[in-house]
């Protein structure tokens, strides 16, 4: 049951970036974004694939759930990339 809740909490937390990228990518602005908080959610996402990683280590089992976190890691990969594109576009018009 553990598994579930955590692909469950995974799952949530990806349609939450897919709500984000689409609404930057609508608005063209990154607007109270940070590049850092991104950045630190990332990083989550790579301890809990090195968990993952660790278990399959230790007990020859790969747990499917890793598949979840490679793939929010590469959806915040792709939010991160606007957050820094976008920023940087409204930074330009400023100046």
Do not use: H
């Not at 970036?17 to 990154?30: D, E, N, P």
């Not at 991104?38 to 280590?57: D, F, M, P, R, T």
């Amino acid at each position: 049951m553990q598994q579930t809740y955590e692909a469950a909490m995974l799952i949530s937390f990806s349609v939450s970036w897919y709500w984000s990228i689409a609404k930057m990518v609508r608005t063209g602005q990154a607007a109270g974004k940070s590049a850092f908080f991104v950045v630190l959610i990332c990083c989550g996402y790579i301890a809990g694939v090195a968990s993952k990683l660790e278990v399959w280590q230790a007990t020859g089992i790969l747990s499917p759930l890793i598949w979840l976190y490679l793939w929010n890691l590469v959806v915040t990969g792709i939010d991160l990339v606007l957050v820094l594109v976008l920023t940087r576009r409204a930074q330009a018009r400023i100046a």
